[in-house]
């Protein structure tokens, strides 16, 4: 059995809204070991990108107890997060949302910078692994959708993580392009043996993660309650 | 990768906005910067105007003080006149070392000015007056041959004006003297330069001034004598002694209202440039709410997003102040024409003056402003919560 990444015990995230409280994370219990490939899966407002929210540190629980990494981040602030997330978790967005204004390269070694760390050549083998070997130096905005999508995960593996999050990186791709990026993610579990945190509303590529936790107004629920499928 | 090649690019992406930005630092430091350099030119330029008229105590005609002293300083009309047994007793006065008498009187030329018309200015002088001022010399020529001989020495700028060389004969307009030129001075760089020179008794001759002077220039052995020197002259009927060194003061204190008002202007254009920037930052900051987040969820602490912002507001400060000290060096030749038109006595010399210090000091005072207007847009940044930040707009 491997080493516990992460522990979630009942954890909530409740947001106060004007007219009424929403519980986009209700009471969830979850463990991720290392070296998992882990999908979440459920239809919109489900609570996925919540979820990856509050385990990757990017936003805090509202109660229950949150272990990442063997740190409690249950009441921790954002210095704490943003210390947790340094150097330890990778994260993909649907959107891509690389820096408009530095070049694919620039992107890569931006992440580098944040982690205190110089490595031109780190940058650039990423860049060759993910094979974009030709666009070092490429804005954003001259890249296709897939390419975007390529430089975001060697941003995201450029820290050398512990943990990858990815909130539907497949969302804004056609099918071969989504397809292509997931052999990536599945190669780099398979392989590199990284513990990999998805969600997706694509039901075959979620299949092929080595554990699906189905997600229903932010209640972890069986495959037959998600009416997914 | 560092935060100022992240800031700089963050900059270009709106050029137009962050030109405007650069500008209106540039504009205002360039104020600053030619404020400070018409303190410093103007005291300067006053100051050797003063140090050069020779002596450090003048006595005239009772009237203003420093009406007086200004037309001697500057030249002009109106000069009063007093008896010239004022300069033999004051001759007797051991605490002198040296004095000098002289009458001017500003006579018009409509002739003047390619037929516009102006004044000259006439000064009756004794070879006292050269040892006052030792550093007039003579460029062409000779001294007067006599004390009273019907001859001119020009100032090299009267000379040019005139367009006389030696031997040439001159009118003096209105009276209908004629003169011969014996000399011409070299360029002093003062008012000297535009004056024509006689010999005293000529002077009170011509213009009808027997026994007359408008001014004595007095030189004293020992500074600390003045007080007691101008206190023995108090009571004297008629006349009046004037320091230099309060004239200066009064000069200054005459243009303290112009110098009040384009502070004034100065201190709000760098107001008005702080607030472009903190603008101008903010928007940025507000754009790019969703950039912000993602540089958090990379790794990048509150520091450094704080570091980043920062970095932008002090390049567009530094920007702003180098093209701010460009500006005022290449506008200071403009700036002096309008402050000339403008401030009731203007010295000879140059009255803009960029010193080192002075493009150094504005500089660096840009810079502060930077990063005095880029903590409130840094803290904002910084302040951003990952997952609002990236989450904001969906």
Same mark, same amino acid.
């Given at each position: 059995?491997?080493?516990?990444?992460?522990?979630?015990?009942?954890?909530?995230?409740?947001?106060?809204?004007?007219?009424?409280?929403?519980?986009?994370?209700?009471?969830?219990?979850?463990?991720?070991?290392?070296?998992?490939?882990?999908?979440?899966?459920?239809?919109?407002?489900?609570?996925?990108?919540?979820?990856?929210?509050?385990?990757?540190?990017?936003?805090?629980?509202?109660?229950?107890?949150?272990?990442?990494?063997?740190?409690?981040?249950?009441?921790?602030?954002?210095?704490?997060?943003?210390?947790?997330?340094?150097?330890?978790?990778?994260?993909?967005?649907?959107?891509?949302?690389?820096?408009?204004? %530095?070049? +694919?390269?620039?992107?890569? !070694?931006?992440?580098?910078? #944040?982690?205190? /760390?110089?490595? @031109?050549?780190?940058?650039?083998?990423?860049?060759?692994?993910?094979?974009?070997?030709?666009?070092?130096?490429?804005?954003?905005?001259?890249?296709?959708?897939?390419?975007?999508?390529?430089?975001?995960?060697?941003?995201?593996?450029?820290?050398?993580?512990?943990?990858?999050?990815?909130?539907?990186?497949?969302?804004? %791709?056609? +099918?071969?392009?989504?397809? !292509?990026?997931?052999?990536? #993610?599945?190669? /780099?579990?398979? @392989?590199?043996?990284?513990?990999?945190?998805?969600?997706?509303?694509?039901?075959?590529?979620?299949?092929?993660?080595?554990?699906?936790?189905?997600?229903?107004?932010?209640?972890?629920?069986?495959?037959?309650?998600?009416?997914?499928? | 990768?560092?935060?100022?090649?992240?800031?700089?690019?963050?900059?270009?992406?709106?050029?137009?906005?962050?030109?405007?930005?650069?500008?209106?630092?540039?504009?205002?430091?360039?104020?600053?910067?030619?404020?400070?350099?018409?303190?410093?030119?103007?005291?300067?330029?006053?100051?050797?105007?003063?140090?050069?008229?020779?002596?450090?105590?003048?006595?005239?005609?009772?009237?203003?003080?420093?009406?007086?002293?200004?037309?001697?300083?500057?030249?002009?009309?109106?000069?009063?006149?007093?008896?010239?047994?004022?300069?033999?007793?004051?001759?007797?006065?051991?605490?002198?070392?040296?004095?000098?008498?002289?009458?001017?009187?500003?006579?018009?030329?409509?002739?003047?000015?390619?037929?516009?018309?102006?004044?000259?200015?006439?000064?009756?002088?004794?070879?006292?007056?050269?040892?006052?001022?030792?550093?007039?010399?003579?460029?062409?020529?000779?001294?007067?041959?006599?004390?009273?001989?019907?001859?001119?020495?020009?100032?090299?700028?009267?000379?040019?004006?005139?367009?006389?060389?030696?031997?040439?004969?001159?009118?003096?307009?209105?009276?209908?003297?004629?003169?011969?030129?014996?000399?011409?001075?070299?360029?002093?760089?003062?008012?000297?330069?535009?004056?024509?020179?006689?010999?005293?008794?000529?002077?009170?001759?011509?213009?009808?001034?027997?026994?007359?002077?408008?001014?004595?220039?007095?030189?004293?052995?020992?500074?600390?004598?003045?007080?007691?020197?101008?206190?023995?002259?108090?009571?004297?009927?008629?006349?009046?002694?004037?320091?230099?060194?309060?004239?200066?003061?009064?000069?200054?204190?005459?243009?303290?209202?112009?110098?009040?008002?384009?502070?004034?202007?100065?201190?709000?254009?760098?107001?008005?440039?702080?607030?472009?920037?903190?603008?101008?930052?903010?928007?940025?900051?507000?754009?790019?709410?969703?950039?912000?987040?993602?540089?958090?969820?990379?790794?990048?602490?509150?520091?450094?997003?704080?570091?980043?912002?920062?970095?932008?507001?002090?390049?567009?400060?530094?920007?702003?102040?180098?093209?701010?000290?460009?500006?005022?060096?290449?506008?200071?030749?403009?700036?002096?024409?309008?402050?000339?038109?403008?401030?009731?006595?203007?010295?000879?010399?140059?009255?803009?003056?960029?010193?080192?210090?002075?493009?150094?000091?504005?500089?660096?005072?840009?810079?502060?402003?930077?990063?005095?207007?880029?903590?409130?847009?840094?803290?904002?940044?910084?302040?951003?919560?990952?997952?609002?930040?990236?989450?904001?707009?969906?």
């Amino acid at each position: 059995m491997g080493k516990i990444l992460i522990n979630a015990r009942k954890i909530s995230r409740v947001y106060q809204m004007p007219a009424e409280v929403i519980k986009a994370v209700d009471g969830i219990d979850l463990q991720i070991q290392e070296g998992e490939f882990v999908s979440f899966m459920g239809p919109s407002g489900s609570g996925k990108t919540t979820l990856l929210d509050v385990l990757g540190c990017l936003d805090r629980v509202s109660s229950g107890q949150l272990e990442v990494l063997g740190e409690d981040i249950s009441t921790a602030k954002e210095g704490k997060l943003a210390r947790m997330r340094r150097g330890n978790i990778g994260f993909v967005f649907q959107d891509f949302l690389l820096i408009s204004t %530095l070049t +694919a390269l620039e992107n890569i !070694e931006l992440s580098l910078f #944040f982690c205190g /760390l110089k490595d @031109r050549q780190k940058a650039k083998s990423l860049l060759e692994k993910v094979g974009l070997e030709k666009r070092f130096h490429h804005l954003p905005r001259e890249l296709s959708g897939g390419e975007k999508q390529r430089v975001a995960l060697a941003r995201a593996l450029a820290i050398s993580p512990k943990l990858l999050f990815a909130d539907e990186p497949t969302g804004n %791709l056609d +099918a071969k392009n989504g397809q !292509e990026i997931f052999d990536i #993610f599945r190669e /780099l579990n398979k @392989r590199g043996g990284l513990t990999i945190i998805f969600s997706t509303h694509n039901a075959k590529l979620g299949s092929q993660a080595g554990r699906i936790v189905y997600l229903k107004d932010g209640k972890s629920v069986s495959r037959q309650e998600s009416n997914l499928f | 990768m560092n935060a100022c090649l992240v800031g700089w690019k963050n900059l270009r992406r709106k050029k137009i906005r962050s030109a405007f930005t650069v500008a209106g630092v540039a504009m205002a430091v360039a104020v600053l910067v030619s404020l400070l350099g018409f303190d410093a030119g103007y005291q300067s330029a006053l100051n050797s105007d003063v140090d050069k008229m020779g002596y450090q105590l003048l006595v005239t005609a009772k009237g203003c003080p420093y009406e007086a002293a200004t037309l001697m300083l500057k030249g002009g009309g109106g000069l009063r006149s007093m008896e010239q047994s004022v300069y033999e007793k004051i001759s007797g006065d051991n605490r002198v070392d040296m004095l000098t008498p002289q009458l001017v009187t500003v006579v018009y030329d409509k002739q003047k000015n390619d037929g516009q018309g102006g004044f000259w200015m006439h000064m009756g002088i004794l070879r006292s007056y050269l040892e006052l001022k030792p550093w007039i010399k003579l460029d062409s020529g000779n001294w007067f041959s006599s004390e009273d001989s019907d001859e001119v020495i020009t100032g090299y700028q009267a000379a040019e004006a005139r367009k006389v060389k030696i031997g040439d004969e001159t009118f003096v307009p209105l009276s209908g003297a004629k003169l011969k030129v014996v000399g011409i001075f070299r360029r002093a760089g003062t008012e000297d330069d535009k004056i024509l020179f006689m010999p005293l008794k000529t002077a009170q001759r011509i213009f009808k001034q027997q026994g007359k002077l408008t001014g004595v220039g007095i030189k004293l052995k020992q500074l600390s004598d003045m007080v007691s020197f101008e206190e023995g002259l108090y009571n004297e009927p008629g006349i009046q002694v004037i320091s230099l060194a309060q004239v200066k003061g009064t000069i200054f204190n005459l243009i303290s209202s112009a110098r009040a008002m384009t502070s004034s202007v100065a201190i709000i254009a760098v107001i008005i440039a702080v607030f472009g920037v903190v603008n101008t930052i903010l928007m940025s900051v507000f754009e790019r709410t969703r950039e912000i987040g993602v540089m958090k969820a990379i790794g990048a602490s509150g520091f450094d997003v704080f570091r980043i912002i920062w970095t932008e507001t002090i390049l567009i400060c530094v920007l702003g102040g180098f093209f701010g000290n460009i500006l005022a060096v290449l506008a200071t030749g403009a700036v002096e024409f309008v402050i000339r038109r403008l401030i009731p006595y203007a010295p000879s010399g140059p009255l803009v003056l960029l010193t080192p210090k002075i493009l150094i000091l504005s500089f660096c005072g840009a810079v502060s402003l930077g990063l005095a207007a880029g903590v409130y847009p840094a803290l904002k940044a910084c302040a951003m919560k990952p997952v609002e930040s990236i989450r904001w707009g969906e």
